[in-house]
């Protein structure tokens, strides 16, 4: 039997390498339409499913806060990431603990 494979991802907090199942995707939605104005859909993907464009972090509520300080979504996203967005996603990664 050859070794299984287990797919690394970098977390865009901390920046180390883990497997993808330890990681919480966050997508970006692709756009409905090219509007400036348009928000950016960024949410976090529990379910690994949803479509769109994804950047990884830690189940770790610190590595979002270093990733929203560095801006490293906006940078993986080439948009910008509204605060109330990452204030979202704060409380649903403290919230996905329990
Ligand atoms: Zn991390």
Redesign the pocket.
């Known amino acids: 039997m050859r070794p299984k494979k287990i797919p690394m991802r970098m ?1 865009a ?4 390498m ?1 497997p993808k199942k330890e990681l919480i995707r966050v997508v970006k939605a692709p756009a409905k339409e090219e509007s400036e104005n348009a928000a950016p859909e960024i949410s976090i993907d529990l379910t690994g499913k949803k479509p769109g464009r994804g950047a990884y ?2 189940h ?1 509520i610190e ?1 979002l806060k ?1 990733a929203r300080k560095a801006r490293r979504f906006e940078k993986a996203f080439s948009c910008k990431i509204p605060d109330e967005v990452y204030d979202k996603m704060e409380g649903e990664l403290a919230g996905a603990d329990g």
Do not use: I, R
């Open positions: 977390c907090g901390c920046g180390e883990k972090l830690c770790d590595c270093k």
